[in-house]
């Protein structure tokens, strides 16, 4: 007796019909009672009786039933427990982003790390910074690399600083300031501004007011996003301009400009978030490998940690 004689057995029991348990297991209908009848001469019993519209368990067929089932269990249990001593055993990291961080962060450290441990997998999820913090609490992913972490984070997680980003100006294409090569900060002072969600970009819109009031004023929120995709395109369509950093141009709006501003510029952190004291040493070579990431993306910067 095989686990295939079982496999099919059971199936069969299920269909209680050849040519539909045959379809199920992929495999010819001579086959499968082939296999039975090979089944039931081992046993030296009749499992099924063969009926007009069908099959049906015989009493011994019912019990062994049972105990196919239960034998089936106890394999995929036994493979299951053998695979954790395999060598090639892989382990899984879960890692949220915002779409900037991809290619300027998490991609040179995927490199780095998969050629460290090449048996680890890092499964990636983008999600909203509001989202990753809430994966964080319900140990759905196991490092945010979310942009600007609002202040609060620091009470509850480990905060590391991967680098500090200039803020840019963002405005459409047809805008009186769009041509310049830089332009003052001030210089937006009587313009609507585009902001964020609070809920999807915690103390995104307090950075913004904070580097405006270093300016002198205090912009005013006309329009709120929930993505960084959606920021150029509100822009584009003429709603209002905003501050963004710098990597936020990789997903700029064909009608939408980001304008360097000059100094002195504000700027905001682009920060990884984990659970505290974590501790698995493959997560900790993966958040040094996106900090290598983030101070070969900003030659000449250090990246500074915080904890």
């Known amino acids: 007796m095989e686990l295939r004689h079982l496999r099919y057995f059971v199936t069969v029991a299920a269909e209680l019909n050849i040519s539909r348990a045959s379809a199920r297991l992929r495999i010819s209908q001579p086959a499968v009672s082939r296999q039975l009848r090979d089944l039931e001469e081992e046993l030296r019993v009749a499992l099924f009786v063969r009926e007009k519209h069908g099959l049906k368990l015989t009493p011994a067929g019912q019990s062994f039933l049972a105990h196919a089932h239960d034998l089936l269990r106890r394999s995929s249990d036994a493979v299951k427990q053998m695979a954790a001593f395999s060598e090639q055993a892989r382990e899984t990291l879960t890692v949220g982003y915002i779409a900037p961080a991809l290619s300027s962060i998490l991609a040179p450290a995927l490199r780095s790390f998969s050629e460290a441990h090449p048996h680890a997998e890092v499964a990636l999820r983008e999600m909203t910074p509001g989202e990753q913090v809430k994966a964080l609490r319900a140990d759905r992913i196991d490092l945010a690399l979310l942009g600007n972490p609002c202040p609060e984070l620091d009470r509850e997680f480990t905060v590391t600083v991967l680098t500090r980003i200039p803020f840019q100006a963002v405005l459409p294409d047809n805008h009186l300031l769009a041509l310049r090569k830089r332009i003052a900060l001030s210089e937006l002072e009587d313009e609507p501004f585009i902001g964020f969600s609070e809920e999807s ?106 904890r």
Do not use: M, W
């Open 201 to 306: 970009f915690p103390g995104r819109n307090d950075a913004i007011c904070s580097g405006c009031q270093a300016a002198g004023f205090t912009p005013r929120f006309r329009h709120y996003v929930e993505n960084l995709t959606a920021l150029p395109a509100l822009v584009a369509a003429g709603k209002g301009v905003t501050l963004a950093p710098a990597e936020v141009s990789q997903l700029a709006h064909p009608r939408a400009v980001f304008v360097p501003l000059a100094p002195p510029v504000p700027s905001v952190v682009s920060a990884a978030v984990q659970r505290k004291d974590d501790p698995n040493p493959l997560l900790d070579h993966l958040l040094d490998c996106c900090r290598n990431g983030a101070a070969s993306a900003k030659p000449g910067r250090k990246s500074v940690a915080r």
